[in-house]
């Protein structure tokens, strides 16, 4: 079945620094979403992207949805403490199952 | 807007027992999920509804889990005999899912399960 890759698994950053974590699929993808689970809760939802190359901004969070819409990114602009977590790219298979990536566990030194 | 809720948010039983979560999602929205995430790990699809049929159990140890959504709206996912690896949180989900159109899935706090 469907699935999306991410990497890294783990990105260390030091606070001021950039983050980008991406989400692979070897195909198409109808959308991508984004989420957020800080550590000791749940995910909750950044963003939805569907449009082929389509780039949508939140403050320091820029994402971003590949041409061929089988890749995706999210960067984060001088990271800050509480940027800390995992961000899990998801999407919506043909089948209508929503499949999580593996996500990308971002720790900050302050 | 009341949001998902899960009980118990925690749980400790020994391995042979069963277990069961209750899961009430945001009222209206069609589609409710339950994900088994382990330390470490993205949320793996168990089973997903939508109303009160099953969209895809394809990821579900139907000897062991068993699910059912009580008229199109509470579910409970059921766990008989546990094992030590389904040590995890459990993590249900809803989504409003109407038409061609898909939206956010909202979580639930989730219920840590582990299995001694």
Same mark, same amino acid.
């Given at each position: ?13 030091? +606070?001021? +620094? ?6 692979? !699929? ?27 190359? +389509?780039?949508? @901004? ?14 995706? !990114? ?30 990308? +566990?971002? !720790?900050? @030194?302050? | 807007?009341?949001? =998902?809720?899960?009980?118990? &948010? ?5 391995? &042979? ?6 899961? #009430?999602?945001?009222? %209206? ?10 330390? %470490? ?7 997903? *509804?939508? #109303?009160? /049929? =099953? ?9 062991? *889990?068993?699910?059912? &959504?009580?008229? %199109? ?24 899912? &109407? %038409? ?6 909202? *979580? /639930? ?6 299995? =001694?």
């Amino acid at each position: 079945g469907q699935q999306v890759m991410q990497i890294p698994q783990y990105q260390h950053v030091q +606070e001021g +620094e950039d983050f980008t974590t991406y989400c692979n !699929s070897s195909t198409t993808l109808s959308n991508i979403q984004w989420y957020k689970q800080r550590p000791g809760g749940h995910p909750v939802f950044l963003i939805q992207l569907v449009k082929s190359g +389509e780039v949508k @901004k939140q403050k320091r969070l820029t994402f971003q949805f590949g041409e061929a819409k089988k890749n995706s !990114s999210l960067h984060i602009t001088a990271t800050q403490t509480t940027d800390v977590g995992t961000y899990f790219c998801a999407c919506y298979n043909q089948g209508g199952k929503l499949i999580f990536g593996q996500g990308t +566990e971002l !720790s900050v @030194k302050p | 807007e009341a949001g =998902v809720a899960q009980s118990p &948010r925690y749980k400790i039983i020994e391995k &042979r027992q069963s277990v069961a979560f209750w899961c #009430n999602p945001i009222s %209206g929205h069609a589609t409710l999920y339950w994900y088994q995430q382990i330390l %470490g790990q993205g949320p793996k699809l168990l089973i997903q *509804f939508q #109303n009160n /049929g =099953v969209v895809d159990d394809s990821q579900l140890p139907k000897d062991r *889990f068993s699910a059912e &959504r009580l008229k %199109g709206v509470d579910s409970t996912l059921k766990i008989q005999p546990a094992k030590l690896e389904d040590s995890a949180v459990y993590l249900c989900a809803s989504s409003s899912n &109407r %038409g061609p159109r898909y939206t956010e899935a909202f *979580f /639930g706090q989730g219920t840590r399960l582990t299995v =001694v």
